[in-house]
């Protein structure tokens, strides 16, 4: 038997995907939570916030497509919609076919708070970005167009 390491190129290889892949995945994380902790409202929840801009993004939704879009289940998005109502950031109405069905809205409280969490979000970026060189700024561009063809894999 051989206990030996693969130690051909390939092996080197593959270690320096692992370890640049760790690297991105860390930085990635690290960047967001940054970005997240930018919003108007503190007491927020990163759910709730991700509920207001689907609802922004996308429009009005029952609670079956917040839940699926979300990937969370209906009881859980029933919880965070009833929150999120009792705020005053979303409406519910019932459908006027099926009484069983309520579409959920953004309400103008809503969209300032997504409008502001935004603002407050790209302030922090365009700061931390005016820290940085010209050609980190350009490196960041290209690497930003490449994350999102990765994501969209």
């Not at 190129?9 to 995945?25: F, G, I, N, T, V």
């Not at 999120?84 to 006027?96: F, I, M």
């Not at 953004?106 to 931390?128: I, K, P, S």
Request: proline letters at 2%; zero cysteines; glycine letters at 4%.
């Amino acid at each position: 038997m051989n206990d030996r390491v693969d130690e051909s190129p390939r092996s080197d290889s593959r270690d320096a995907l692992r370890s640049a892949a760790s690297e991105l995945r860390m930085a990635t994380f690290r960047l967001a939570r940054r970005l997240r902790s930018q919003r108007a409202v503190d007491t927020m929840s990163d759910g709730q916030f991700a509920v207001l801009a689907a609802l922004t993004m996308h429009g009005e939704h029952t609670l079956g497509q917040l839940a699926e879009r979300e990937r969370v289940t209906a009881p859980s998005m029933n919880r965070t919609v009833s929150l999120l109502e009792e705020a005053g950031y979303v409406s519910r109405t019932p459908d006027e076919d099926d009484r069983r069905k309520v579409t959920i809205a953004l309400t103008d409280a809503g969209r300032l708070v997504v409008d502001e969490t935004v603002r407050r979000r790209d302030a922090w970026l365009e700061q931390a970005l005016a820290d940085l060189s010209g050609h980190e700024r350009q490196t960041l561009a290209a690497a930003a167009e490449i994350m999102r063809k990765v994501a969209d894999t």
